[in-house]
Structures are given as C-alpha cells and as structure tokens.
C-alpha cells in the first residue's frame, strides 16, 4: 500500500467523468451493449455529430469548409438517399505564388 495522494485521485477521478464517458456507460447498461459496440456507437455519434456540438476537427482553420459527401465506394446508379454519407474537409488554396502575389500588393 502506497502513499495516499488526494488531489492525483481526484483528478484521475474526474478525467473519466466525460459526455464521452457518459454516453460509454449509457449505451453498455441501457442498450445492453458490449465494450466494442458502444465504442463504435460512439465513434459513429462523434462523426455524425460532432461539427454541429463544436467538437468539430482541429484542421478547421481558415480556408478550410466541412462538407457532407456520398463514399466514394457507393456505386453509381444508387439513389443518393440510400448512399453512405461522409463529412469532408475541403481546403481553399491556390497557391504561394497567388500568396507571394497578394502579400506584394499589400505591401506586406
């Protein structure tokens, strides 16, 4: 037995109490669902919902814009209803020489 350390546990404590963590628990005790299964539930609430809870993905700087998109491996001819939808990030960029170009118009 070790040296109590209060503050180490408190903040290991409160590390795991999470909407993440939450949300974990939720789905393995009133779904009924196994450690994997609520990982992936998770994961798939992270994608879906994510951008619209501000948990959207660090890369979103300026220039940069999240779109939804049909997969790339839906086959053509499907209805777009019953596609699977992806969330891309499309980013603006022409360029150092439009950069260099601006920059000297500026006076930068």
Do not use: N
Not at 20 to 46: H, K, M, P, Q, Y
């Amino acid at each position: 037995m070790g040296i109590r350390r209060p503050a180490r546990e408190t903040r290991q404590r409160l590390e795991h109490k999470t909407l993440d963590e939450r949300f974990w628990g939720i789905a393995r005790t009133g779904l009924g669902c196994s450690a994997f299964e609520a990982e992936a539930v998770l994961d798939a609430v992270r994608e879906v919902y994510g951008p619209y809870m501000g948990m959207a993905p660090a890369e979103m700087l300026p220039g940069k814009i999240s779109l939804m998109a049909v997969d790339a491996d839906e086959p053509p001819g499907k209805p777009v209803a019953q596609c699977r939808q992806r969330t891309i990030v499309v980013t603006a960029h022409r360029g150092t020489a439009l950069l260099m170009r601006l920059r000297k118009s500026a006076g930068i």
